[in-house]
């Protein structure tokens, strides 16, 4: 990366100034948090916000280096249930190397123990590994 970054601001057929860092294509990859308690307190009346998983997140060194592409989704498990089911949205580059050092890791949320999965946005639906877009495989791909 740093050799092209050199190039960039060596180069006379490039304005530096509007190229910003430069970096690895990135991906929007997709991870699910099971094991989260969905009310935060024993009263249960207090529920589980996105706010309240972006704080738990920043706290947590596995995800120093991970910036998420939107915001957590908070899910109740079932009606009965006590637990959460949350859904995140990482950018990571094409390989996929950061989720892939989150994916089955755990961490502590109080005396919970919270395990990373995979997760796919839209199962079912092919997405191709040459353009990265959904709804045909690479064999089908036209670019």
Not at 88 to 110: E, H, P, T, V, Y
């Amino acid at each position: 990366m740093s050799i092209i970054d050199k190039y960039i601001k060596n180069s006379n057929d490039i304005n530096s100034l509007q190229v910003k860092d430069a970096h690895l294509p990135m991906s929007k990859l997709y991870l699910k948090i099971i094991g989260i308690p969905y009310y935060l307190y024993p009263d249960h009346q207090t529920k589980l916000t996105s706010n309240d998983i972006e704080n738990i997140l920043k706290q947590n060194h596995i995800f120093d280096n991970i910036s998420l592409a939107s915001k957590p989704r908070v899910i109740k498990v079932s009606p009965k249930s006590d637990m959460a089911l949350v859904w995140i949205d990482i950018w990571d580059i094409q390989s996929g190397k950061n989720a892939k050092m989150l994916i089955n890791r755990c961490f502590n949320i109080g005396n919970f123990i919270a395990t990373i999965r995979g997760a796919n946005m839209n199962p079912g639906v092919p997405l191709c590994k040459n353009c990265w877009k959904w709804g045909h495989t690479t064999l089908l791909c036209r670019i």
